[in-house]
């Protein structure tokens, strides 16, 4: 019989010519062989001779080639997580990487690969199971077929590390041979056990009580391996209709769960009584047209927008996807309708307008905005589109001054909504040994929320509507009474309150590179003057991490993720990290930084008394007028000192460098001391391009 599901142990044997690797719980199945240095696949049928066990490791994270060598990545150790409906979650701890040649050619990009990659999986949040699909909502796996391998269940926009097992994919399916050559040949099911598919995201599951009714509560974010990125590089929309900083929250309810969420290794629940999973399904993503923020050192980058009408197609293959996945979709849209984000705001709306069949608008106004709610809605039913249900909310405006409470007209304006979407809910079948679930009832509908970033405010409304709906929930199965609320049990309310503002501090990291804004609110129920504080540190710490880190974290990503595809072929030359920027544009920071240090030496006590006053004053203004100018310099020039990816540079940050670098040439003072002095023509290469596929105007 075949193995469905990855091993749980597995066992690494190496020698000079091969890794081997095994399960010694499953004697009986194949080895997978890896040869060095080729990297050709094979299966085996019992252990190979000749080789020398050197670690037991808890599964293979996948296979990638750098510039110089091919590296099998293995997860050497795995945090468990606690038990969702008897199946055990880990998350990554630790990982290594196995070359598959000695490395006889020292290469600065190698290592600097490797190092983004090690990098990424330290700081990234990824879960796997051996036994149960999380990259799939419970309504999804209850569809999926029983018969299928683990992986091949698994949900392309989660299976995070889907690129890199895609060796073992090919192998595995016949779709190449062990060497690597295209065929199609018969299916190798002995390579199933070895791939073992992994969430990017947020995962807490949690034994609790509500009023003294045990049960499991459970909070997933799966993020999209699709147009995956950092802040200000990600933006809007791509021609395949991935958005950025997409990601699918689901909130599940386990009762009778014999594993109780392993809380201190004692299990909860109701002994002969059916288990069911309750589960309410949540996405975010940003604005799905083409548009850009591009950082310029400025705290504010400046906002691209192109045509609305040449998104068009992206925009349908994005929401046809949608609406096949989750069907109707409630699209709540917090942008601000005043500033810099009235554009976007009128694009997305533009957007709906062309999608939908003669679309009826209401906009309601109060005595804080003239619109405080925007509704656009389709007045018929004629194609898919008329899915789309478009609701915008005057967050900032609405809630301002610490009014926190009026979110609640947001959730007054989606009851409906809410309630003909229902959620998903299913009993377990006694008996079923592939563990499936009965079906009560579906989610037929989703609210996909979105603010500038998908974070902040998109967090304070995703946790009211979870909050909502677990109300509803417990009220329909009978362990609240119909008035009361999830909220009336206090210890309840505070892990309610912490799970969602931890998933809100993830996602934010994941993006934004620090935790999110406005958690107090999430976890008190109050906005605070200390969170406000809290608010602000994290704030300037993006703007840092955003204009001078997030070039390498979108490096890492699109390494990992299959977006740039290293070139072998002029090892040694052509390095990609190198900084081409001429040497004097290099040099302005560390001049700037030597002139404030002068500064300060010159007007230090010591240097007051005596005839040399005057001759450090002057000495002490020239350097000031030197910072100055650099200062100057810098921050008008910003984009030459934002610190953008290397492997695929925007478009639009190539052109901005060209632009005023063409201008510096033609200076009388600047333009001989660059042109002599000039490394390369660009900080950059252009290649593959996510937001810089076009110009956008």
Sequence with gaps: MKNLVPFRDINVHASTSHYAFTSPSSPSAQTLVIERPSGDIRLNDGPLLGAKRVSSIAGILGIIKLRLDKYIIVITKAQPMGRLKGHMVYKVIATEFLPLRERTLHDPDEDTYLSLLKTLLKTGPMYFSYSLDITNSFQRQAAAHPSLALWQRADDRFFWNKFIQSDLIDFASGVTSGSGLRQHGHRETGADPFILPVMFGMMRVTATRIKSTPLTFVLITRRSRHRAGTRYLTRGMDEQGHVANYNETEQVVVLNDGSGGMQNGKVSGFEGQDMQVMSYVQTRGSVPVYWAEVSTLRYTPDLQIRGVETAVGAAKLHFDEQIQLYGDNYLVNL???????????????????????????????DHVTNEKIHVLEPTQRNHEYDRLHYVYFDFHNETKGLKWHRAQLLLDQLKEGLIQGQYFRGLDMPGDSQGRLEVRNRQVAVVRTNCMDCLDRTNVVQTMLARWTLTRQLIDIGVLRPGESADDDQSFQILFRNV????????????????????????????????????????????????????????????????????????GSSLVFVDRRPVLIQSIPYILAASVFMVLISSSPRSNSGSAWWPLRLF??????????????IYTHGVLYVNWPKL??????????????????????????????????????????????????
């Design 648 to 697: 695929n540079p925007p478009r639009w940050a190539n052109e901005g460098y060209q632009e005023i670098m063409g201008a510096i040439r033609q200076d009388k003072l600047l333009g001989p001391l660059v042109t002599r002095h000039e490394r390369g023509a660009s900080n950059a290469r252009v290649s593959h391009l996510e937001e810089g596929k076009k110009r956008i105007q």
């Design 620 to 633: 002490a203004l020239f350097w000031l007028a030197v910072g100055f100018w650099c200062f100057r310099f």
């Design 500 to 571: 969602w503002a931890d998933n809100a501090d993830v996602v934010s990291k994941s993006y934004s590179g620090t935790g999110a804004l406005k958690t107090d609110f999430t976890r008190t129920g109050e906005r605070t003057r200390a969170g406000m504080v809290q608010d602000f540190r994290n704030s300037v710490t993006r703007y840092g991490k955003n204009n001078f880190g997030d070039g390498p974290r979108q490096d890492a990503f699109d390494l990992f993720l299959g977006a740039f595809l290293p070139d072998s072929s002029s090892i």
């Design 335 to 365: 942008v601000n309708q005043k500033g810099r984000e009235v554009k976007v705001k009128q694009a997305y709306e533009q957007m709906v307008r062309m999608l939908i069949s003669n679309p009826h608008e209401t906009a309601r106004p």
